[in-house]
């Protein structure tokens, strides 16, 4: 009864910052909830979107309401890896090396035009991603906790762009786009300019918070049924006549994760069919890759919509637990 109690707490209170959130970014209530999603699995989120979107102010204005470190990392051709983990430093006083953090040691960390950074730039960054820390000159330093990756990156047919490893692509829980607003959005957005750049967004909750929510979440119950039907999903994918590439073991666990996630941001303590089927095209589509040397993002959802349309999620057996 206490968890259940915490739990609608908490999801009273992961409302408060997508209003919060609203106040600044106009018309994107399902990616400001996905974001939330990701951040409760602990998960990384990449936006793939032209420049001019919103993206960065989308997540600087959450990392604001969230009460956390933020960190910048914008990435060109000539980043080097020692420019985001920190480097060492000799002090001739005392004859020793002294670490200096890098932008990555913060709770929230913006890598801004992510596929602008090279190969080995990239491969800095999975050490963080993976195992929540990095390692300086053979020593390991952990990271803050919580310790969350919201990448941007532009569309490959951009000049200067990198296309992300696959190792890379399926460390990130979701994959989204914001696209562009509507008319009235978009006045909406004009409207709210001067407003918006004289009043800084006040924080609804502590890091320390999104820690313990994080804890809870990995307590929400899964029926087995609905991990069978994760798993089978999976198998399918790595089946499937168009694709080269299908969900791995990490994308089936991600996927179970957000369900958790979705489940806990409504106030459940148990997971329900509607919250895999909510978080399946963020998390799924940027996992697979066709038969073809191009990918687009359209033929990805189609695929994945086609395997959803092939195995209806099963009707929950069971309740929840307690």
Known sequence: ????????????????????????????????????????????????????????????????????????????????????????????????????????????ILGDEINRASPRTQSALLEAMEEKHVTVDGVTYALPRPFLLLAT?????????YRLPEAQLDRFLMK?????????????????????????VKPVMLAEELVKMQREVAGVFVDPSLKKYIAEFAAASRKHKDLVLGISPRGSLAWMMA????AYLNGRTYVIPDDVKEVALPVLSHRIRTRYELLQSSDAERIVVSLLQQLPVPVQSSRMRG
């Not at 990156?153 to 762009?161: K, R, S, V």
């Not at 989204?176 to 800084?200: A, C, H, K, T, W």
């Open 1 to 108: 009864m206490e968890y259940m109690k915490s739990s609608e707490y908490a999801s009273g209170l992961l409302e408060r910052v997508i209003q919060r959130v609203e106040t600044v970014i106009v018309g994107k209530k399902k990616e400001i909830r996905l974001i939330l999603i990701a951040m409760l699995s602990g998960g990384h989120v990449l936006l793939e979107d032209v420049p001019g979107t919103g993206k960065t102010r989308l997540i600087r204005t959450l990392a604001s309401c969230l009460s956390a470190n933020f960190g910048r990392i914008q990435f060109t051709s000539d980043v080097m890896p020692s420019d985001v983990t920190g480097t060492s430093v000799y002090k001739p006083m005392t004859g020793e090396f002294e670490y200096r953090p890098g932008p990555i040691m913060a709770n929230i």
């Open 153 to 161: 990156q532009n569309p490959l047919q951009f000049e200067g762009t």
């Open 176 to 200: 989204l786009s914001l696209g562009y607003p509507d008319i009235d959005g978009e006045i909406e957005i004009m409207n709210r300019q001067e407003f918006v750049s004289i009043s800084p």
């Open 259 to 262: 369900s958790q996630a979705a």
